[in-house]
């Protein structure tokens, strides 16, 4: 058993994945040599050398495209993005050939590929480094994505990210990389994808949130017990595809359902979530099911974004006006 | 870098007017120069400047309007705090390594080495108790809600045990709720009528129900299978009324409003239900509670070709007879020629009907659920009775029928109700000073 | 070198054989064995025929919106011909001839252009990559296989085609310019048919030559003439040595010429001077090669007249073939869009199969 923070277990889950498979190979600039602008593949080149981890010109696109060619012939690539806010000259591969590749060649050519990226705000960055677009990338058939929140999922997550054979996009909360550390097992080990885990049981609300704000849900659940009200918080980690079992299930013990969301609003995955809980459990609502969100705007650079940022008390007070309905 | 705000000058004010840059950019300014010339709702007055330094940047323009706290000047006075306002940073312990301090190139990164607990060693936590559910549409909760019955102690009749509205609306009317035995048959269920057999001996017409009648259809059942009814009949003896009408329908018609008996029956209400408020209530059965209304709307049932309406005169006890005959005429054509919207049609507290106006002397009227009690008017019939003297004279004689809701209100309340009513028409001048 | 001695930059395009079938540069003829030629030549046939023919039946309201290699066999074919079999090739979607010649079935290629992905279900064995519509991003692709085959250490190589208009697009300069980063085993070729759909070549850069855009990659490059196949094969064949001894990438600009429409629903004469076309037709490398075929013997009108009746009757059989196979079931729509259905997708189709079941159409 170690304690690691997020980066820690992420770097664990590499190191030993590669130490099984050597078609992993990983990437992307400043990756190589410098281990990662945030050192998540610190170590990596020096463990297994130039030709497994590695640095590439500055070219999103060549990044993903020339992954998929890696993939297409049989490795297991896992390329890194440098911020979320850059995916976008990739997102073309990503989506028409990433996602597509295994349809359009009715399964010869299949994309077995991580896309790993730090994600979302809270940091007080430039802009285009707070970016939370885990929706646009839902939206995209044949793409699975996931995001981790604590560093036994880091590790697990990435594990069973590489041995899907399906690209996966792993969003990697940056907000707490380093912000708290964990006991988890030494061995290798999976997280399955499209599986949540329920992190506090309750029977007065289901609350659903991921990534960075499950720290904080988890803060909020404290102080509602305070309240008199027992949350049942449950961490999504796949975004895509959703485990609406775990959360139907809840659903239907509580009644009342909330989603908290770091991204934008309208057209975000609150949406999705609210939708399957109305289609599955709409009889067993005493609530309206509720999203708690960002804002639709850009994320505001240092000075703004304190309104942006969702608070323990915020998602206290939402539960508590939900409970009262 | 400092940062000079507009504070306020001491006279509470909130913001000025820039009336004039007292410096320029690259100016080297000693402590207490003029920086900025600001006129206020209470003065103009000239900004200095806290220290000595360079300027290196005035933030504004003349005419713009400034606010206390806005950074207005900013000076160079070498020292080396952050020109930014660095909310604290958040703690880094000891070990955190400068190296991953420094690596997130952009933006602050928290670092600390708090803990967090385990999960994957942990067993699932025992179930907590189990508050009881029931599967129902929200439609069928806010009725639950706004009969006053605890949906949760009602069986479901729907498909796998789904609390329809039906469901709630035969708890709300039934007997006191007892936690249900058995799924099957619900606390306080009426007996469903038997199918109607089809097989006719003879032609038949086949008309579906108008939305109109369905509604009236339900309302009729519903109060009907909840209230125990009662009626108490009695006939007025309104002679003077009849004369004082007479008179008082010439001076409404100069005013253009045509002037019936209704009116005074109202006026008469609105005395007696403030005398008798358990006539102006509703039955919380669920709460067992009465609550007594303490606004009073009187709803007249009005015969229309679409059916049964009852527009609802609001504030009787606010009106004269005059206005309660203007609105009642107006509530009454609007619901004939389907002008009438649904607020003319709700929020009544007590109910009237007038079968006398089709002739008809006694009934046994419905009471308007979820009001617990109902007026019915009869014709005025002049028939001969005796005198005290023992002569046989001729009386005009309003026969009324008054429905209660025998659970909150005994026949014994029901009387002597009717007798305020009969007293207050019988000597219609009583109607002018109550 | 070849692309030594032919520098885009001065202007020289490196030709073989003349728009006559006449052979002008003896030095740098490439020895190809007369079978070979004999079978480059009827492959170039063969594409014609089903494009030609395949022109008429989308007119004829029986296929799909497509994209005709027409004036462009010569260097389709003489480019993959310098390949093995274990090589690859990155497609855009204009290589009708160079997939009939890596073994991509006639049917499959019908299939596709008639939208149904099973015609892109490539054979095994073949290292044919399926048409990438998004211009230039098959050249990221190219370079990854490429690098899959370096760290593998297996000496195969990897083609890649784009257009003239593909060379303005960023993925055409990345993918070159990562492909010499990493000297990966990559030969681009770029079809040079003068036109991006209406807009002619002259218009998409300032640069003389698509070639010397190699330059500022750093790589390799040269300029040929792609309607002449022996200086398409000899450039070719040069760059896949080159790259099979790990020197690294190519970039070869093969000018050509689009005789037909960029795909049927184009009209051409709208935007192309019809004495320029004229002029055009004759550089086409069908009429070159056949004469120099002749020229050497091992050609003739009879076997062209049976060539000819003999691939007409493959377009047409397997052109019928493809047009009787039926919509596709359900299932299909569904199965390929990851390795295993998520319970989301099992749900949309088993309710979509419930409510078709229940005679909705």
Same mark, same amino acid.
């Given at each position: 058993?170690?304690?690691?923070?997020?980066?820690?277990?992420?770097?664990?889950?590499?190191?030993?994945?590669?130490?099984?498979?050597?078609? +992993?190979?990983?990437?992307?600039?400043?990756?190589?040599?410098?281990?990662?602008?945030?050192?998540?593949?610190?170590?990596?080149?020096?463990?297994?050398?130039?030709?497994?981890?590695?640095?590439? =010109?500055?070219?999103?696109?060549?990044?993903?495209?020339?992954?998929?060619?890696?993939?297409?012939?049989?490795?297991?690539?896992?390329?890194?993005?440098?911020?979320?806010?850059?995916?976008?000259?990739?997102?073309?591969?990503?989506?028409?050939?990433?996602?597509?590749?295994?349809?359009?060649?009715?399964?010869?050519?299949?994309?077995?590929?991580?896309?790993?990226? =730090?994600?979302?705000?809270?940091?007080?960055?430039?802009?285009?480094?707070?970016?939370?677009?885990?929706?646009?990338?839902?939206?995209? =058939?044949?793409?699975?994505?996931?995001?981790?929140?604590?560093?036994?999922?880091?590790?697990?997550?990435?594990?069973?990210?590489?041995?899907?054979?399906?690209?996966?996009?792993?969003?990697?909360?940056?907000?707490?990389?380093?912000?708290?550390?964990?006991?988890?097992?030494?061995?290798?080990?999976?997280?399955?994808?499209?599986?949540?885990?329920?992190?506090?049981?309750?029977?007065? +609300?289901?609350?659903?949130?991921?990534?960075?704000?499950?720290?904080?849900?988890?803060?909020?659940?404290?102080?509602?017990?305070?309240?008199?009200?027992?949350?049942?918080?449950?961490?999504?980690?796949?975004?895509?595809?959703?485990?609406?079992?775990?959360?139907?299930?809840?659903?239907?013990?509580?009644?009342?359902?909330?989603?908290?969301?770091?991204?934008?609003?309208?057209?975000?995955?609150?949406?999705?979530?609210?939708?399957?809980?109305?289609?599955?459990?709409?009889?067993?609502?005493?609530? =309206?099911?509720?999203?708690?969100?960002?804002?639709?705007?850009?994320?505001?650079?240092?000075?703004?974004?304190?309104?942006?940022?969702?608070?323990?008390?915020?998602?206290?007070?939402?539960?508590?006006?939900?409970?009262?309905? | 870098?400092?940062?000079?705000?507009?504070?306020?000058?001491?006279?509470?004010?909130?913001?000025?007017?820039? !009336?004039?840059?007292?410096?320029?950019?690259?100016?080297?300014?000693?402590?207490?120069?003029?920086?900025?010339?600001?006129?206020?709702?209470?003065?103009?007055?000239?900004?200095?400047?806290?220290?000595?330094?360079?300027?290196?940047?005035?933030?504004?323009?003349?005419?713009?309007?400034?606010?206390?706290?806005?950074?207005?000047?900013?000076?160079?006075?070498?020292?080396?705090?952050?020109? !930014?306002?660095?909310? $604290?940073?958040?703690?880094?312990?000891?070990?955190?390594?400068?190296?991953?301090?420094?690596?997130?190139?952009?933006?602050?990164?928290?670092?600390?080495?708090?803990?967090?607990?385990?999960?994957?060693?942990?067993?699932?936590?025992? &179930?907590?108790?189990?508050?009881?559910?029931?599967?129902?549409?929200?439609?069928?909760?806010?009725?639950?809600?706004?009969?006053?019955?605890?949906?949760?102690?009602?069986?479901?009749?729907?498909?796998?045990?789904?609390?329809?509205?039906?469901?709630?609306?035969?708890?709300?009317?039934?007997?006191?709720?007892?936690?249900? &035995?058995?799924?099957?048959?619900?606390?306080?269920?009426?007996?469903?009528?038997?199918?109607?057999?089809?097989?006719?001996?003879?032609?038949?017409?086949?008309?579906?129900?108008?939305?109109?009648?369905?509604?009236?259809?339900?309302?009729?059942?519903?109060?009907?299978?909840?209230?125990?009814?009662?009626?108490?009949?009695?006939?007025?003896?309104?002679?003077?009324?009849?004369?004082?009408?007479?008179?008082?329908?010439?001076?409404?018609?100069?005013?253009?409003?045509?002037?019936? %008996? !209704?009116?005074?029956?109202?006026?008469?209400?609105?005395?007696?239900?403030?005398?008798?408020?358990?006539?102006?209530?509703?039955?919380?059965?669920?709460?067992?509670?009465?609550?007594?209304?303490?606004?009073?709307?009187?709803?007249?049932?009005?015969?229309?070709?679409?059916?049964?309406?009852?527009?609802?005169?609001?504030?009787?006890?606010?009106?004269?007879?005059?206005?309660?005959?203007?609105?009642?005429?107006?509530?009454? $054509?609007?619901?004939?020629?389907?002008?009438?919207?649904?607020?003319?049609?709700?929020?009544?507290?007590?109910?009237?009907?007038? %079968?006398?106006?089709?002739?008809? !002397?006694?009934?046994?009227?419905?009471?308007?659920?979820?009001?617990?009690?109902?007026?019915?008017?009869?014709?005025?019939?002049?028939?001969?009775?005796?005198?005290?003297?023992?002569?046989?004279?001729?009386?005009?004689?309003?026969?009324?029928?008054?429905?209660?809701?025998?659970?909150?209100?005994?026949?014994?309340?029901?009387?002597?109700?009717?007798?305020?009513?009969?007293?207050?028409?019988?000597?219609?001048?009583?109607?002018?000073?109550? | 070198?070849?692309?030594?001695?032919?520098?885009?930059?001065?202007?020289?395009?490196?030709?073989?054989?003349?728009?006559?079938?006449?052979?002008?540069?003896?030095?740098?003829?490439?020895?190809?064995?007369?079978?070979?030629?004999?079978?480059?030549?009827?492959?170039?046939?063969?594409?014609?025929?089903?494009?030609?023919?395949?022109?008429?039946?989308?007119?004829?309201?029986?296929?799909?919106?497509?994209?005709?290699?027409?004036?462009?066999?010569?260097?389709?074919?003489?480019?993959?011909?310098?390949?093995?079999?274990?090589?690859?090739?990155?497609?855009?979607?204009?290589?009708?001839?160079?997939?009939?010649?890596?073994?991509?079935?006639?049917?499959?290629?019908?299939?596709?252009?008639?939208?149904?992905?099973?015609?892109?279900?490539?054979?095994?064995?073949?290292?044919?990559?399926?048409?990438?519509?998004?211009?230039?991003?098959?050249?990221?692709? #190219?370079?990854?296989?490429?690098?899959?085959?370096?760290?593998? @250490?297996?000496?195969?190589?990897?083609?890649?085609?784009?257009?003239?208009?593909?060379?303005?697009?960023?993925?055409?300069?990345?993918?070159?310019?990562?492909?010499? #980063?990493?000297?990966?085993?990559?030969?681009?070729?770029?079809?040079?048919?003068?036109?991006?759909?209406?807009?002619?070549?002259?218009?998409?850069?300032?640069? #003389?030559?698509?070639?010397?855009?190699?330059?500022?990659?750093?790589?390799?490059?040269?300029?040929? @003439?792609?309607?002449?196949?022996?200086?398409?094969?000899?450039?070719?064949?040069?760059?896949?040595?080159?790259?099979?001894?790990?020197?690294?990438?190519?970039?070869?600009?093969?000018?050509?010429?689009?005789?037909?429409?960029?795909?049927?629903?184009? @009209?051409?004469?709208?935007?192309?001077?019809?004495?320029?076309?004229?002029?055009?037709?004759?550089?086409?490398?069908?009429?070159?090669?056949?004469?120099?075929?002749?020229?050497?013997?091992?050609?003739?009108?009879?076997?062209?007249?049976?060539?000819?009746?003999?691939?007409?009757?493959?377009?047409?059989?397997?052109?019928?073939?493809?047009?009787?196979?039926?919509?596709?079931?359900?299932?299909?729509?569904?199965?390929?869009?990851?390795?295993?259905?998520?319970?989301?997708?099992?749900?949309?189709?088993?309710?979509?199969?419930?409510?078709?079941?229940?005679?909705?159409?």
């Amino acid at each position: 058993m170690a304690i690691l923070n997020n980066i820690e277990a992420l770097n664990q889950g590499l190191t030993q994945a590669m130490e099984r498979d050597d078609t +992993i190979l990983v990437f992307g600039e400043d990756s190589g040599f410098e281990g990662g602008v945030f050192r998540a593949t610190k170590g990596l080149q020096e463990k297994f050398g130039k030709k497994r981890c590695f640095d590439t =010109p500055l070219t999103e696109a060549g990044i993903i495209g020339s992954g998929i060619g890696m993939a297409i012939n049989g490795l297991k690539p896992v390329a890194e993005i440098q911020f979320q806010g850059f995916i976008f000259p990739a997102l073309n591969q990503i989506m028409v050939h990433a996602a597509r590749m295994r349809n359009r060649s009715r399964g010869k050519y299949t994309v077995p590929m991580v896309i790993r990226m =730090p994600y979302g705000g809270g940091i007080r960055a430039l802009e285009h480094h707070s970016e939370s677009i885990e929706a646009i990338l839902a939206h995209i =058939p044949g793409l699975k994505v996931v995001i981790p929140s604590n560093p036994y999922d880091m590790k697990g997550l990435i594990v069973a990210a590489i041995n899907d054979p399906d690209p996966v996009i792993f969003l990697e909360p940056k907000r707490t990389y380093r912000a708290f550390k964990q006991d988890i097992p030494d061995e290798i080990y999976e997280v399955p994808i499209g599986k949540a885990r329920v992190v506090t049981e309750g029977e007065d +609300i289901t609350v659903v949130a991921w990534g960075a704000l499950i720290p904080e849900a988890i803060k909020a659940v404290e102080d509602l017990k305070t309240r008199g009200i027992n949350a049942e918080l449950i961490d999504l980690r796949t975004i895509s595809p959703i485990d609406t079992e775990t959360i139907i299930e809840s659903v239907k013990k509580t009644g009342r359902f909330l989603v908290v969301h770091e991204a934008v609003k309208s057209f975000g995955p609150g949406a999705e979530l609210i939708s399957i809980v109305n289609e599955k459990a709409f009889l067993n609502l005493e609530a =309206p099911p509720t999203r708690l969100t960002g804002f639709d705007i850009t994320v505001p650079l240092a000075k703004g974004e304190h309104h942006f940022i969702i608070t323990p008390k915020q998602i206290s007070d939402k539960v508590e006006e939900l409970v009262k309905f | 870098m400092f940062e000079f705000k507009f504070a306020d000058i001491g006279e509470g004010i909130h913001e000025g007017k820039l !009336l004039e840059w007292l410096v320029k950019e690259g100016d080297t300014i000693e402590n207490g120069d003029s920086l900025f010339l600001v006129e206020t709702d209470k003065v103009n007055a000239e900004i200095p400047s806290p220290l000595a330094g360079k300027v290196v940047d005035l933030k504004g323009s003349v005419g713009d309007i400034i606010k206390v706290g806005d950074v207005v000047v900013v000076i160079d006075d070498s020292s080396s705090s952050s020109v !930014l306002e660095n909310e $604290t940073p958040p703690e880094a312990s000891v070990e955190a390594q400068a190296e991953e301090k420094g690596a997130a190139v952009v933006g602050e990164i928290t670092v600390s080495n708090d803990v967090i607990p385990s999960f994957h060693k942990q067993e699932t936590a025992t &179930a907590h108790k189990e508050k009881k559910k029931v599967l129902a549409t929200p439609v069928a909760r806010k009725m639950a809600k706004d009969l006053g019955v605890d949906i949760t102690l009602v069986a479901g009749s729907g498909t796998n045990g789904r609390v329809m509205k039906k469901d709630i609306q035969e708890v709300a009317g039934s007997k006191p709720q007892e936690a249900v &035995a058995s799924p099957v048959s619900p606390a306080g269920a009426s007996h469903t009528a038997p199918a109607l057999s089809r097989d006719f001996k003879g032609l038949v017409e086949e008309v579906e129900l108008s939305p109109v009648r369905r509604s009236i259809s339900n309302a009729m059942a519903v109060s009907k299978q909840n209230i125990p009814h009662a009626v108490m009949m009695d006939e007025f003896d309104v002679t003077d009324l009849v004369v004082f009408r007479k008179e008082a329908k010439v001076a409404a018609e100069t005013k253009g409003i045509k002037l019936s %008996y !209704l009116p005074f029956v109202i006026k008469a209400l609105s005395i007696a239900l403030k005398e008798y408020p358990v006539f102006n209530s509703v039955y919380d059965k669920a709460n067992e509670k009465v609550i007594y209304k303490k606004f009073y709307n009187v709803g007249i049932a009005t015969d229309t070709d679409r059916g049964l309406l009852v527009p609802v005169i609001k504030g009787v006890d606010h009106l004269s007879i005059l206005d309660i005959a203007e609105n009642l005429n107006s509530l009454v $054509t609007k619901a004939r020629d389907h002008t009438i919207s649904l607020e003319e049609l709700g929020e009544g507290t007590f109910s009237v009907t007038n %079968y006398g106006a089709i002739g008809s !002397l006694f009934g046994t009227p419905i009471i308007k659920f979820p009001e617990v009690a109902i007026l019915g008017i009869g014709k005025i019939i002049r028939k001969p009775v005796f005198a005290d003297n023992g002569e046989v004279v001729a009386r005009h004689f309003m026969p009324i029928s008054l429905g209660i809701d025998h659970r909150i209100i005994d026949g014994a309340d029901a009387g002597r109700f009717a007798n305020r009513l009969k007293e207050l028409l019988a000597n219609p001048k009583l109607l002018l000073m109550s | 070198m070849l692309t030594d001695v032919y520098n885009p930059l001065k202007g020289e395009m490196f030709q073989v054989m003349d728009k006559t079938g006449k052979i002008v540069n003896k030095k740098y003829m490439p020895a190809i064995p007369d079978e070979m030629l004999i079978k480059m030549y009827r492959t170039m046939l063969l594409s014609r025929i089903q494009d030609e023919k395949s022109l008429k039946y989308q007119r004829q309201g029986r296929m799909l919106t497509f994209a005709p290699s027409l004036g462009q066999e010569g260097v389709q074919v003489a480019t993959v011909a310098a390949t093995e079999k274990r090589d690859w090739v990155s497609s855009a979607f204009r290589e009708n001839a160079t997939w009939l010649w890596m073994g991509q079935p006639m049917e499959n290629i019908f299939l596709y252009w008639c939208g149904n992905e099973e015609g892109s279900r490539i054979p095994e064995g073949v290292n044919l990559l399926p048409v990438a519509v998004p211009i230039g991003t098959q050249f990221n692709h #190219a370079v990854g296989v490429g690098m899959s085959l370096q760290y593998k @250490d297996e000496d195969s190589v990897v083609l890649a085609y784009i257009g003239d208009g593909g060379t303005s697009e960023g993925e055409f300069y990345e993918g070159i310019n990562y492909a010499g #980063a990493f000297n990966t085993p990559n030969i681009f070729i770029i079809q040079n048919n003068q036109f991006a759909i209406s807009t002619s070549r002259t218009f998409q850069t300032k640069a #003389a030559t698509l070639a010397q855009k190699g330059i500022a990659a750093g790589i390799p490059c040269i300029q040929v @003439d792609g309607n002449d196949i022996f200086a398409t094969y000899a450039a070719t064949k040069e760059a896949v040595e080159r790259a099979r001894k790990g020197e690294g990438p190519t970039l070869i600009e093969a000018v050509t010429y689009r005789i037909g429409p960029h795909t049927t629903a184009d @009209d051409p004469t709208i935007y192309r001077d019809a004495a320029y076309h004229e002029e055009m037709l004759t550089t086409d490398p069908i009429i070159r090669t056949k004469a120099y075929l002749i020229e050497k013997g091992i050609w003739d009108e009879k076997k062209e007249e049976e060539a000819r009746k003999e691939f007409d009757t493959i377009v047409e059989e397997t052109f019928k073939k493809v047009e009787n196979v039926g919509q596709m079931p359900l299932e299909e729509i569904f199965k390929y869009t990851y390795e295993e259905l998520t319970p989301q997708l099992r749900e949309q189709y088993e309710d979509y199969k419930r409510y078709m079941k229940g005679g909705n159409e």
